[in-house]
């Protein structure tokens, strides 16, 4: 995903890239995965969340961490402050269908392109529960299921909330309209389609 947005942008070093929706969890080896990745690219990288990100003062000490608002709150930069605005699997997880549009409009306006990264409904694995197949279901049915299995927490749209390419490219449609030119790409994993990747610039 990373090569596939290097590759659309042509970034340029020193370019300014904003980070949205991080984890402050240092345990796992994919959270925040891309950050390093950015910094070694030459970037001016900085961090926001609506969850606190001061733990990782020490873990990317080349970051400029942005003070948390809290989750409802948009984004503390100006219009069109960043040369790009990335968010790595971070838009399944912002609640309904109308909250994705908006968390995608609010990169938007704070950023000259976009890099988000979503995983794709139709991948046979779902990667959250490593349950397969089962999230095919109608999202009430899959939901009834993971609440009987024990996985309340991701029962809840505000928690997980599933899109497919149709799905992203209508977001897009409708969060950037003529302003920008984008596309969505997808990354194959296991055989089949895994990844959706967005990828957009303010015309």
């Given at each position: 995903?990373?090569?596939?947005?290097?590759e659309?942008?042509?970034?340029?070093?020193?370019?300014?890239?904003?980070?949205?929706?991080g984890?402050?969890?240092?345990?796992?080896?994919?959270?925040?995965?891309?950050?390093?990745?950015?910094?070694?690219?030459?970037?001016?990288?900085?961090?926001?969340?609506?969850?606190?990100?001061?733990?990782?003062?020490?873990?990317?000490?080349f970051?400029?961490?942005?003070?948390?608002?809290?989750?409802?709150?948009p984004?503390?930069?100006?219009?069109r402050?960043?040369?790009?605005?990335t968010?790595?699997?971070?838009?399944?997880?912002?609640?309904?269908?109308?909250?994705?549009?908006?968390?995608?409009?609010?990169?938007?306006?704070?950023?000259?392109?976009l890099?988000?990264?979503?995983?794709n409904?139709?991948?046979?694995?779902?990667?959250?529960?490593?349950?397969?197949?089962a999230h095919?279901?109608?999202?009430?049915?899959?939901?009834?299921?993971?609440?009987?299995?024990?996985?309340?927490f991701?029962?809840?749209?505000?928690?997980?909330?599933?899109?497919?390419?149709?799905?992203?490219?209508?977001f897009?449609?409708?969060?950037?309209?003529?302003?920008?030119?984008?596309?969505?790409?997808?990354?194959?994993?296991?055989g089949?389609?895994?990844?959706?990747v967005?990828?957009?610039?303010?015309?």
């Amino acid at each position: 995903m990373f090569d596939v947005w290097q590759e659309y942008g042509k970034v340029p070093s020193k370019a300014r890239l904003l980070d949205v929706g991080g984890t402050p969890d240092t345990e796992r080896l994919d959270s925040n995965c891309m950050v390093p990745w950015f910094h070694q690219a030459g970037l001016m990288v900085e961090l926001y969340s609506p969850e606190d990100l001061s733990s990782l003062n020490t873990v990317f000490p080349f970051a400029r961490i942005l003070p948390s608002q809290g989750f409802g709150h948009p984004i503390p930069a100006t219009d069109r402050e960043y040369d790009w605005v990335t968010a790595s699997a971070v838009l399944e997880h912002v609640g309904t269908a109308t909250d994705q549009v908006a968390f995608i409009k609010e990169c938007a306006r704070v950023g000259k392109g976009l890099f988000i990264t979503t995983p794709n409904r139709w991948h046979w694995l779902e990667f959250h529960t490593k349950i397969p197949l089962a999230h095919w279901l109608p999202r009430s049915m899959h939901r009834t299921l993971l609440r009987r299995w024990g996985l309340p927490f991701w029962a809840q749209e505000q928690h997980l909330r599933l899109i497919d390419r149709a799905e992203l490219e209508a977001f897009a449609r409708t969060a950037l309209g003529s302003a920008w030119d984008w596309t969505v790409r997808t990354i194959s994993t296991l055989g089949m389609p895994s990844n959706l990747v967005l990828l957009a610039r303010a015309r």
